[in-house]
């Protein structure tokens, strides 16, 4: 008796598809930040079936997910075009991130955020401090601050209990230079940078006072106001005040059109 080596195959798990689809969006996101695949380059997708190893249909998921987002622009012909991105569209981006953070901030004081997020959120902030105590940071300072400054912005999305505007929010952050820590690593080594991060720590702590006190709209104003400083870091990046490192941090910024 022969079997058919096929049939002997077994089917695929149900979640084998999915997970396929995310790695695949994730390593092609990372392709397009890391600069591999410049601004304003096509890309085709058998192409990058062949660079990445996967199968066409998560990778052609992935790129009409990447098109979504606004990092690629779908060609008339077929295929796809790194886009690049004007000064005005990443100011943009950091004032809707502001303005939806601010929205979730409210949330957060005026529902009432939960005492073991409160408590978490505090003790994220005292490794902050600890953090900023130096007066200059090295780079594990300011690796250590990314991760930290990340982790609260996260946690006071998570006080707000809104899925439906973190959705809208995770959109947003997927764009370049979007997230709350998207500019931090641009301004490294000097003691301006560091007093910098003073300041956005004392809002942090502003913002979560306005949290625990149930003061929404303060909680929303301070919340804005500290998107503000992404936009002044992106005025000074852009005009070459940053430090000369900042190409070789965060690659992506030659995505950004220069005037």
Known sequence: MTFDAVTLTPPEPVGATESAQVRALLQLRELILSGEL???????????????GVSRTPIRAALM???????????????????????????????????????????????????????????????????????????KGFSDYVALNSQFHALVWEMADSPTISRQLDKVLSLPFASPSGFVVMQAHSQRARDMLVVAQDQHRQVLDAIEQREGTRAEA?????????????????AGHATVHAPASMPAIKLIRRR
């Open 38 to 52: 410049a601004g304003g380059s096509r890309i085709a997708e058998l192409a990058i079936v062949e660079r990445l």
């Open 65 to 139: 997910r990447l098109e979504q987002e606004g990092l690629l622009e779908a060609l008339p012909n077929g295929g796809y075009v790194v886009q690049t991105f004007s000064e005005r569209d990443i100011a943009d981006a950091i004032e809707l991130r502001g303005t939806l953070e601010g929205l979730l901030a409210r949330l957060a004081a005026e529902r009432g955020a939960p005492g073991a997020v409160l408590l978490e959120a505090r003790q994220c902030l005292n490794r902050l401090d600890t953090v900023l105590a130096v007066p200059a940071l090295d780079d």
């Open 222 to 238: 301070i919340m804005r106001e500290h998107s503000r400083l992404a936009q002044r870091n992106l005025r000074e990046v852009l």
